[in-house]
């Protein structure tokens, strides 16, 4: 049974930090494409950030560049979002999403909650 499951959400005041992780599941995790998305209700799935399967090779949305840093270790299964520099618009829902060629999987989501 496949599983992305994320964690490490909650509030923060303007200018904190918050790591995500996300555990997966049920495939085989160093083959995928690994990215983080947002929701906000009432908008659509934004890109977060993204790394390749062997890792290394990332990229970001412009509106996070130089605050968040993803990273992966695909010993662990694992694949974190480290959030530095917290704004209030980063409030949103936080998903995990693996993609490898037409397979693409999702994870429930957790809440990030940034108070200025």
């Known amino acids: 049974q496949v599983q992305l499951v994320e964690s490490g959400g909650g509030l923060v005041q303007s200018g904190g930090s918050l790591r995500l992780s996300c555990l997966a599941s049920?495939?085989?995790?160093?083959?995928?494409?690994m990215r983080w998305y947002r929701q906000v209700p009432g908008k659509e799935r934004e890109l977060v950030a993204g790394?390749?399967?062997?890792?290394?090779?990332?990229n970001y949305a412009d509106s996070v560049k130089g605050r968040f840093t993803i990273s992966r270790d695909n010993a662990k299964n694992a694949v974190y979002l480290q959030m530095n520099s917290l704004k209030p618009e980063d409030t949103a829902v936080y998903f995990c999403?693996?993609?490898?060629?037409?397979?693409?999987?999702w994870g429930q989501g957790t809440q990030v909650t940034v108070s200025s």
């Open positions: 999403n693996a993609e490898f060629g037409m397979l693409k999987y």
């Open positions: 049920g495939f085989t995790f160093s083959l995928y494409f």
């Open positions: 790394i390749i399967s062997a890792g290394g090779r990332t």
